[in-house]
């Protein structure tokens, strides 16, 4: 069966190139007409050799997912492909999309999310393309599809009532099947392969450890439901805000102490009887670790990961190298230097890392950002790296805290946090990036806030795999003793700019580990606020967000 397909006469936006991962902006100016499906046909009229085959399609279920991915099955079908597997209610995390697109060999795939950024009517919606390898489109694609969308006049549709997506189905919108897949299983089945379940499950199992993951409203309750609660036995109640609704239920579904305070809280008071927890983002490729009155930093995460690869079945026998995002801590690099693994220095953006583990360069991969993952999918996951700590703490009987102080008695303390300077005016933000820029050659070997400066540049990276190179990756200032201050814009926000100043300074001596980190950090706050302006040029007297 053939349906007509009909091209509609469009005309260009402005603005519509994608950021760190994927373009995001306000509901409200995707829901205009012609703006979503511009930018989808722009990615159709990149791609080349669709005809006949299978797209991924699912997002967050944030508010407008439920439109946008009727939308674009329509257009799906006038750009020719022959199948497309869509999660049942539009549901796919993004590393579950990841998944399904490798394991059944897809073209490629369309995700739905802003990730962390909050949803709603008045919140953020996002769209991003992911190869065929499951991992986001690098830079080479994305810039094609921005040029692509300011000439855009036309997108092409096919008329056909909304496919209904609430159980699984198969249905045809001319010659194009959609299939609508459970959004849980391929992923459970991914996961339940490279963790030693049966132990988790007897540490599940111990009436002495009580663990709370917090979905936050977000797309990982039901993946969370299904695996902790489901295949792992853990108690019911253990997944705490499982449902995901439209708005995150008012919240901000990003997990750090500032969103996820009330998990931080429980664990922190004795009186909970918690002795784990965990949270993950808006799709679930983000997360964050608890311990009892103990937050892990998500450097230090990666680096435990990586230093305890030995105990983990799909690690065993050996990572090929490990990878990490230049403003993440060098925690991770101490960890590869010891146990003789290649370490790689990336810029922000998980796209960056497809080559290492498409390469065979990287096993495991992580961000500052709440995120880690492996070559088992090509994005971050969040529960994977759930999964992974609790093998840990099955396998050596210890809880999150202990084990990460024992990673610092053995590998010295990576003190680091991130403060964020969000929504400030984009002038500003691009003025203070700029006039750090100018400094950048005055730098090295001055003296700014009592502290010497030994090095200073702007992070450029050249891919040891495909050779392309990324310029203006974020302006670093590097001391003697091995602290860094790293400032960079975000190229997730969608009003106005945000300013991150990572922090990072190395600390040897175990008697000083437990020092507070911003009180360790302070000297390298002053020398920020001296180098940089902060406040005089964006008003703002400290930041929004500590993480
Ligand atoms: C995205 C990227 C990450 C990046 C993060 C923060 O995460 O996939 O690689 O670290 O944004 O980026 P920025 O500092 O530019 O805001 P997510 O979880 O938002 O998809």
Redesign the pocket.
Known sequence: MTTKVITIPSTPFAGQKP????L?KKVSVFSQPRYLENFVQAIFDTLSGQEGQTLVLGGDGRYYNDVAIQTILRMAAAAGFGRVLVGRGGILS?PAASAVIRKWRAFGGIIL?????PGGPDGDFGIKYNLGNGG?ANEGFTDAVYLRTQSIDAYRTVETPDVDLGRIDEVNIGDMCVSIIDPVADYAELLESLFDFDRIAALLARPDFRMRFDAMHAVTGPYAHAILEGRLGAPAGTVVNGTPLPDFGDGHPDPNPVYAADLVAALADAGSGLSFGAAS???G??NMIVGRDFVVSPSDSLAVLAANHALIPAYAAGLAGVAR?M?TSCALDRVAEALGMACYETP?????FGTLLDAGKATLCG?????TGSNHVR??DGLWAVLYWLNILAVRGELAEDVVRDHWRRFGRNVYSRHDYEGIATAAGDRLMAELRDRLPRLPGSECAGLRIKAADDFAYTDPVDGSRSERQGVRIMLDDGSRVVF??????TEGA?L?VYLERYVADPDRHEVPTQEALAPLVRLAETVAQIASITGRQTPDVIS
Do not use: F, Q
């Open positions: 950021g760190t991962s994927g995001r993004t999310s802003a990730s962390h950024n986001p983002d808006g799709d490729d983000r995002s403003p922000t953006g998980w796209k960056y961000e500052e950002s709440a995120g994005e971050k960079r814009l975000s190229g997730t926000g945000t991150r």
